[in-house]
């Protein structure tokens, strides 16, 4: 088992550049089996949740090149099998978008159901809807999903979702993306890797309207051809350094990022006391002598992300005042870290959907586990802030989804590094 030694109490300074979003890419690598011809898709960031896609769509006959940069060819020609193999489903949540890949390129998929982070309860009943929704007579067991088209055949459908769903948008997106008739998704997530998926699909030749609404449209086309597409940049990922910048009093340049898409962001840091600088694709952040208390509600996009909460919770627990901050997307999000960031410290109390935290001048080195990916970055952030040692356990979770997080954070002036054992 591998982890993270963090030495902390240095202040970040220095340039980082950030990789392709992995919340796009785990939908845009599956939406390429839709495609007949190859697929040229750059900015692909070398996570394990990529490896493991990738090694899913190798094993259902796509032609998969990976050249050592950061493209990725894929040839969905000659697909051999509509049954992803079980044991890599199993490892990664996005493993689900290949129902609606396969659902929509042949009509039929036998899915297992997925593994990935544990921090809450998370039903596909939405997908499933979907699915129904277009026609397909839908199989579910505790083990896997099986899709066929029911008696009348699959075709575009209107879909209302009862919760806005990224994962259910991103399915009926892609399932409906090449059935005939029109396809209406309403009340749709409108999150950046929405409107990504979007992007790639209408690239190779779909027609598809409204992303980043709440509408989405869909007109089905009959095939879709090959072409080149680029990633957009991970919001989480310039989230997570922006975070640990302010967290460390530092001074970091977080480049390749879209602005626009870190407004919810930047904001609560500007009222924490941090100097935001915005360039065009480019973030400086300026962390004052000491962070202020704020609050902040975790929303569907463009509110606050349920997948920053733990990190800005580290702010919170080092800024001067009592901070709240509520979940509203995943309740049982703060069981994945709150108790792991007490024992280096913090006061936090959680009270139903909301976490009081009480800012402490310093936090002190200990041993802690990620429970989950975003956990596991929320520990990193306050281990490089925190006086002493940290040791992060259980880092595969932060390695799904985070490139060369040591290699940026040591060129950042971070004293991390990663034990074998
Ligand atoms: C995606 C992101 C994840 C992020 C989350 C919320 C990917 C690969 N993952 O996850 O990083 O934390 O969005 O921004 O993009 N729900 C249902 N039924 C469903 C589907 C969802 O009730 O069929 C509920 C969930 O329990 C949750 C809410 O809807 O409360 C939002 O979930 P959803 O947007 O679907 O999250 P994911 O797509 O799993």
């Known amino acids: 088992m591998a982890r993270y030694e963090i030495i902390g109490g240095k202040p970040l300074e220095g340039e980082v550049t950030i990789s392709g979003a992995k919340n796009a890419v785990v939908a845009i690598l599956p939406a390429a089996l839709l495609v007949d011809g190859v697929c040229r898709i750059e900015n692909v960031p070398d996570i394990s949740d990529v490896r493991i896609l990738l090694n899913m769509l190798e094993d259902l006959g796509a032609k998969v090149e990976r050249d050592g940069t950061d493209t990725v060819i894929i040839d969905s020609t000659n697909i051999t099998s509509t049954t992803p193999a079980p044991e890599l489903v199993k490892k990664m949540r996005a493993s689900y978008y290949l129902m609606g890949a396969l659902l929509g390129r042949f009509g039929k998929a036998h899915v297992a159901l997925p593994g990935g982070c544990n921090f809450a309860s998370r039903p596909i009943d939405q997908h499933i809807k979907g699915f129904a929704a277009l026609g397909a007579d839908v199989d579910e067991t505790d083990e896997y999903v099986a899709l066929q088209p029911g008696p009348n055949g699959l075709q575009g459908n209107r879909v209302s979702l009862d919760v806005v769903s990224v994962g259910a948008t991103v399915n009926i997106m892609i399932a409906a993306t090449l059935l005939p008739g029109q396809t209406v998704i309403e009340n749709a997530a409108k999150e950046p890797h929405i409107v ?25 086309v009959e095939s879709l051809r090959g072409g080149t597409y680029t990633i957009i940049p991970d919001q989480i990922e310039a989230g997570t350094y922006m975070a640990a910048a302010a967290a460390t009093g530092g001074n970091v340049l977080v480049k390749n990022v879209i602005p626009k898409h870190m407004e919810c962001i930047t904001t609560k840091l500007e009222d924490m006391g941090v100097k ?33 909460q733990a990190q800005i919770c580290v702010c919170m627990a080092i800024a001067s005042g009592i901070s709240r901050l509520t979940e509203s997307v995943y309740e049982t999000r703060f069981f994945g870290y709150c108790t792991e960031l007490e024992s280096m410290g913090a006061d936090i109390l959680i009270t139903g959907k909301t976490a009081t935290v009480t800012g ?18 929320a520990l990193i952030i306050a281990g490089l802030s925190a006086e002493g040692v940290t040791t992060v356990e259980n880092i595969h979770y932060v390695e799904r989804g985070y490139e060369r997080i040591i290699e940026k954070m040591t060129a950042l002036g971070a004293q991390i590094k990663r034990i074998e054992d």
């Open 360 to 377: 402490q001048e310093r936090l002190h080195g200990a041993t802690v586990k990620a429970n989950d990916l975003r956990a596991g970055a």
């Open 276 to 308: 935001v600088i915005i360039y065009d694709d480019a973030i400086r952040i300026i962390a004052p002598e000491r962070l202020h208390r704020t609050t902040v509600k975790t929303r569907p996009y463009p509110g606050f992300p349920t997948d920053m």
């Open 196 to 220: 990504d998926l979007a992007n790639f699909l209408n690239t190779m030749g779909a027609h598809i309207s409204g992303a980043g609404t709440d509408t989405v449209k869909i007109r089905g």
